[in-house]
């Protein structure tokens, strides 16, 4: 009497909670590795950066922040491009310690825009005249690219050489490293 005796497969509850639990940590470790992966990408062009126009320069939520003139006209190819290791080192940086109060974010302006080209001032004698408007802003044609650190909304410092404007930077991440 070879009876064959059938039985009722139970379904275990524990082993697929348990299951279900390892699969939601794998997929939530996933998206975090990627959304880590996303934010430590190294910039290496100015679309990379948060442009502003005109009148927004002053208007930014952050107490504190950094300003970076430039023009994408081939006529300054040469002394922008001198800057551009320095300036996405930076905000390579600054993406990495965003939540450093420390490390200012740094935006940037491209004087080649028709409305930010009425900031640029052609055979003058001055390097920069500095204010809390857009209005008031004036770079001379020589002096681009600039570095310019606004404070509540007023220009506090400025600095035009390639050595002032690396120094400046490098001494940000040096201190917040």
Same mark, same amino acid.
């Given at each position: 009497?070879?009876?064959?005796?059938?039985?009722?497969?139970?379904?275990?509850?524990?082993?697929?909670?348990?299951?279900?639990?390892?699969?939601?940590?794998?997929?939530?470790?996933?998206?975090?590795?990627?959304?880590?992966?996303?934010?430590?990408?190294?910039?290496?062009?100015?679309?990379?950066?948060?442009?502003?126009?005109?009148?927004?320069?002053?208007?930014?939520?952050?107490?504190?922040?950094?300003?970076?003139?430039?023009?994408? %006209?081939?006529?300054?190819?040469? *002394? =922008?491009?001198?800057? $551009?290791?320095?300036?996405?080192?930076? +905000?390579? &940086?600054?993406?990495?310690?965003?939540?450093?109060? %420390?490390?200012?974010?740094?935006? *940037? =302006?491209?004087?080649? $825009?028709?409305?930010?080209?009425?900031? +640029?001032? &052609?055979?003058?004698?001055?390097?920069?005249?500095?204010?809390?408007?857009?209005?008031?802003?004036?770079?001379?044609?020589?002096?681009?690219?600039?570095?310019? +650190?606004?404070?509540?909304?007023?220009?506090?410092?400025?600095?035009?050489?390639?050595?002032?404007?690396?120094?400046?930077?490098?001494?940000?991440?040096?201190?917040?490293?």
């Amino acid at each position: 009497m070879n009876k064959k005796i059938t039985t009722k497969k139970t379904v275990n509850y524990k082993n697929i909670i348990f299951w279900g639990a390892i699969g939601l940590i794998t997929l939530a470790f996933i998206i975090a590795v990627i959304v880590r992966f996303i934010g430590s990408r190294t910039v290496n062009n100015y679309d990379s950066i948060e442009h502003l126009v005109g009148e927004e320069i002053f208007e930014q939520t952050e107490e504190t922040y950094i300003v970076y003139l430039y023009s994408s %006209d081939s006529q300054y190819e040469e *002394a =922008v491009g001198a800057m $551009d290791e320095i300036i996405f080192n930076y +905000v390579t &940086f600054q993406k990495r310690n965003s939540d450093d109060a %420390d490390v200012y974010k740094l935006y *940037a =302006v491209d004087l080649a $825009d028709p409305e930010n080209a009425k900031a +640029v001032v &052609f055979e003058s004698e001055t390097n920069m005249l500095v204010g809390s408007q857009f209005s008031d802003l004036k770079v001379s044609d020589k002096s681009i690219p600039v570095l310019i +650190v606004i404070k509540k909304g007023s220009v506090i410092s400025y600095d035009i050489t390639e050595n002032d404007i690396s120094d400046y930077l490098q001494t940000i991440i040096e201190e917040n490293k």
